[in-house]
């Protein structure tokens, strides 16, 4: 056998291969980065702050390891840390990167690397912006930038009950880059999870969903979530009651408001269900991310709510 292949490669959560690379595999890689590349990626280097390239970059896409291209951090999560260098509140995915205690300066620091080829990407601190507190410091030299083709990135917006089951089954779906819970539809700027239950700020438990309409479309979506919650209950889904656990539907181009109404109109036609839908359609307004312990609170708790899979073959 090949001692440098993988005859079990280790799936990311996002269904990337992140099996750790051997010498043999990372050695033509490293070969062809820059100095400045090597001097971080492979000596723990770190460049000059407010020098690296994509400090100030704004568009749209993801930022990948420099030396494996593994996907590492989205723009959607980049924020202006003011530090000097790239700095993000959230990883792509979780499993893409390894921490490691780092002392080398004297003081205990987190090190963050590329989990499959172990290029060291820079540091983590527990100083950055809700909803998970955490500042990702990266060495722009440590990455590469892929852009998003406008056309495979489309987003839209379901409320149904508890944002956790709606989360988690949009995650499964072929063609869904990315879900993420939180808040949306209320009268109140920056809400938290304590003040959207009172019930008083108008938001609801919503999710945000990005996929690639080549792979899934708009109507797909709409399919699934009638399927994993009941769009007849009003203002609560199950024992969960109050207004921020509405059924609802947020826009964002008119074509996504018109296919919204048919399919309701249509489903309110079937015999499918017993009463009427009460599911709003409206045009999405800003959306506040919820606390990092909601997000993908299912995968960490194993507790389950809602219906059955959506996505299965039959439906």
């Known amino acids: 056998m090949n001692p440098d292949s993988a005859p079990n490669p280790l799936i990311s959560g996002t269904g990337h291969d992140i099996t750790p690379l051997t010498q043999g595999q990372k050695a033509p890689l490293v070969a062809k980065l820059t100095p400045a590349q090597v001097h971080v990626t492979q000596k723990a280097g770190t460049e000059r702050p407010f020098c690296g390239t994509l400090l100030d970059n704004k568009r749209d896409g993801a930022y990948h390891c420099i030396v494996c291209d593994l996907p590492l951090f989205a723009s959607m999560n980049k924020f202006d840390s003011g530090t000097g260098w790239p700095s993000f509140y959230q990883s792509f995915d979780p499993q893409h990167i390894t921490r490691t205690a780092d002392n080398s300066l004297g003081a205990l620091r987190t090190e963050i690397s590329c989990a499959r080829c172990d290029a060291h990407l820079g540091h983590v601190f527990p100083d950055g912006p809700p909803p998970t507190g955490e500042r990702h410091c990266l060495n722009s030299e440590a990455l590469t930038f892929v852009d998003t083709d406008p056309s495979e990135r489309a987003t839209a917006y379901f409320a149904g009950g508890c944002f956790w089951?709606?989360?988690?089954?949009?995650?499964?779906?072929?063609?869904?880059?990315?879900?993420?819970?939180?808040?949306?539809?209320?009268?109140?700027?920056?809400?938290?999870?304590?003040?959207?239950?009172?019930?008083?700020?108008?938001?609801?438990?919503?999710?945000?969903?990005?996929?690639?309409?080549?792979?899934?479309?708009?109507?797909?979506?709409?399919?699934?979530?009638?399927?994993?919650?009941?769009?007849?209950?009003?203002?609560?889904?199950g024992p969960d009651r109050g207004t921020q656990y509405r059924s609802g539907i947020y826009t964002v181009t008119d074509e996504q408001t018109a296919a919204a109404k048919a399919f309701i109109a249509t489903l309110n036609a079937s015999d499918q269900l017993d009463r009427p839908i009460a599911t709003e359609v409206k045009p999405a307004e800003e959306f506040f991310i919820a606390e990092e312990y909601h997000q993908d609170y299912i995968d960490k708790t194993g507790r389950v709510c809602h219906v059955a899979d959506p996505w299965t073959d039959n439906k």
């Open 165 to 237: 089951g709606i989360e988690h089954y949009f995650q499964q779906g072929p063609g869904v880059i990315d879900a993420q819970s939180g808040y949306m539809n209320g009268s109140l700027d920056n809400p938290d999870y304590r003040a959207v239950c009172t019930g008083n700020t108008g938001h609801a438990e919503a999710v945000r969903v990005i996929y690639n309409p080549s792979i899934v479309s708009y109507e797909r979506l709409l399919q699934a979530f009638f399927d994993m919650h009941d769009p007849t209950q009003i203002n609560r889904q």
